[in-house]
């Protein structure tokens, strides 16, 4: 190989490789320039907002929901899912009487909600078939409204992430509680970046 050559192959190595570094950098550059976005997804009416799940106690009870929405025109490419505890309410049957303060006395009452998220045709099976969302446990306090909840947020997988990026999809929320009663959701919320 004569030296020319050589040396213009090595230029052109050098060139391609500094073109990819620079190319990884303004994406990085970007991402952390555009932070990641709170989208909630809400849940009922103006008029009458939220979901009402009832609950019995130590029954788990499903609701799947399909959700649609004119997507962004970037693609998300990384993300989590989230239940905000303000954004849920809670009714006790009868007031919080009978089986809800005896659970209370023995520690708070918890409700436990699984989130299962699939395709937009899965509308009957997500919820035994759907990509599951680990349990989110829902602490209430001595006046059964939500405190708390554990995990705060989890991260999507690629398959989720792929059916946020069409627009449409379906979730089933499984709730678990400690108290009978009516479990109000407003909204859950995906939080995305690119």
Do not use: H
């Not at 705060?152 to 089933?172: E, K, M, P, Q, Y």
């Not at 959701?185 to 939080?191: A, E, K, L, Q, R």
Request: charged fraction near 15%; hydrophobic fraction near 40%.
């Amino acid at each position: 190989m004569r030296k020319g050559s050589w040396l213009g192959t090595a230029a052109l190595t050098l060139a391609a490789t500094a073109t990819a570094w620079q190319l990884a950098g303004c994406q990085n550059l970007i991402k952390n320039l555009i932070p990641p976005q709170r989208i909630p997804f809400t849940f009922g009416t103006e008029q009458d907002p939220g979901i009402d799940i009832p609950v019995e106690a130590g029954v788990p009870q499903t609701q799947p929901l399909s959700i649609s929405y004119e997507p962004a025109n970037v693609q998300v490419g990384r993300g989590s899912f989230e239940i905000d505890p303000a954004e849920v309410v809670f009714t006790p049957a009868d007031n919080g009487g009978g089986k809800g303060t005896a659970a209370f006395q023995d520690g708070a009452n918890t409700i436990v909600i699984t989130a299962s998220i699939g395709g937009p045709d899965d509308l009957q099976t997500v919820c035994e078939s759907g990509e599951q969302y680990p349990p989110f446990t829902l602490t209430l306090d001595e006046n059964n409204q939500p405190v708390s909840i554990d995990p705060t947020s989890v991260t999507l997988t690629a398959n989720t992430i792929a059916l946020l990026n069409s627009g449409d999809f379906t979730i089933c929320l499984e709730l678990n509680s400690t108290i009978s009663g009516t479990v109000t959701i407003n909204s859950v919320v995906f939080t995305v970046g690119l």
